[in-house]
Each structure stands twice: as structure tokens, then as C-alpha cells.
């Protein structure tokens, strides 16, 4: 099946009167990912604010999170590039690194980051991490457990995720857009039968 999304990633507004290292920095960073996009991963700020960006990950190719589309929200400060933003996901994940609340237990986001990260580096390592997660240091002990012990059920529920992802509407997963339907007519999705 063929998913596509679209995502309304527009350019970031124009610089505020006080420009700050963080917030040119930022600007690089968007210009690379738009003249330079990595494979899988896509990002932009929010329509008002450079310092919030809307950021999705692709499930990759031949794994269990294959088709998966995942939202996450990422926060800079004016101390970046020398602290990490703050990453989350907005997309209810099952994954060892990844807490309830989607805060990402990774490393580069904690005690290794380096000012030489930017967007693109941050999300194709958590896009590596969706496929090689460290159930040693985990961030939900239960999909840790299975991951270790039970490869097929722990498969089973990625997979459960990766198909609630295609109706995440970004509020919880539940598909409702407020209009009292089941909120379908506002999700794309389309199919190479199509």
C-alpha cells in the first residue's frame, strides 16, 4: 500500500527584529532540510514561532514500522546548538526508548549532544532508533521485555501502532476532528489501486 501524507510545512516567518544566534542557526537548519532533505524525515517550524517545528518520521523500508508515518514536536532555546531541543512524539509509540508521555530516551538528546547536531542529524537518529532500540536503558520497561523475550509479539504491537498512525490525528490517536463523525474525510490516504 502506498500512503500519501501531506504535511503543510510552511516557511518559517520573517526573522524577528532580535536576531539571536539560536534563531539564525534555526534558519540554516530549515534551509538545509528544504534544499537537502534526508531520506524519511521532514520537518519545519510552526507558522509563528522558529524555535517550535513540527517534525514527522517515516517507518523505515523492511521493518516492522515500514509505512508508519509519526508526528513529533520539537522545542528549541536560545541556548541552542550547545543544548539539545526537546524532542517528543505526538504519535502514541510502543518502543523501548520511548516514554508514555513521548519523551525519546537517546542519547545525542541527553549526555552526547554536540553543537554539530542539527535537525536532520536529530530525527534520522531517532529513525534509526524506531529500528535498533536499546532495551537496556529503557524508557517503557513492558515493550523493553518483549522486545527481548518476544520479538514476535513486540513486532505485533509495532505494527498496531504503525496502522493507528495512518488516522493519527496529532490529539491522541483517536480520529475524532470535532465535526461528530468518525473523522475519516480529513485523512488522505491513497492506495496504488487508486
Known amino acids: 500500500m502506498l500512503l500519501a501524507v501531506s504535511l503543510a510545512f510552511k516557511a518559517p516567518p520573517p526573522p524577528l527584529a532580535m536576531s539571536t544566534p539560536a534563531r539564525r ?10 534544499t537537502d532533505p534526508p531520506e524519511g524525515v521532514n520537518a519545519a517550524p510552526m507558522d509563528s514561532d522558529i524555535m517550535k517545528w513540527n517534525a514527522v518520521i517515516f517507518g523505515p523500508e523492511d ?8 508526528k513529533l514536536t520539537v522545542e528549541f532555546t536560545e541556548e ?5 531541543p526537546v524532542v517528543k512524539f505526538v504519535t502514541t509509540m510502543y518502543h ?5 508521555d513521548g519523551s525519546i530516551c537517546l542519547d545525542i538528546l541527553q549526555n552526547q549532544w554536540s553543537p554539530i547536531y542539527d535537525i536532520s542529524a536529530i530525527l534520522t537518529s531517532i529513525q534509526s532508533l524506531l529500528c535498533d532500540p536499546n532495551p537496556n ?3 517503557n520497561s513492558e515493550a523493553a521485555r518483549l522486545y ?5 509479539e513486540y513486532e505485533r504491537k509495532v505494527k498496531e501502532v504503525v ?4 488516522a493519527d490525528d496529532g490529539e491522541g490517536g483517536d480520529g475524532d476532528d470535532g465535526d461528530g463523525d468518525d473523522g475519516d474525510d480529513e485523512k488522505a ?5 487508486d
Open 137 to 139: 536503558s529503557p524508557a
Open 63 to 70: 521493518t516492522a514500522w515500514e509505512d508508519g508515518t509519526f
Open 148 to 152: 527481548q523475550e518476544n520479538r514476535r
Open 189 to 193: 490516504v491513497t492506495t496504488a489501486d
Open 96 to 100: 523501548p526508548n520511548i516514554y508514555a
Open 80 to 84: 541552542y546548538p550547545n543544548k539539545a
Open 163 to 166: 496502522e493507528a498512525s495512518w
Open 25 to 34: 542557526r534555526l534558519m540554516r537548519d530549515f534551509k538545509r532540510m528544504q
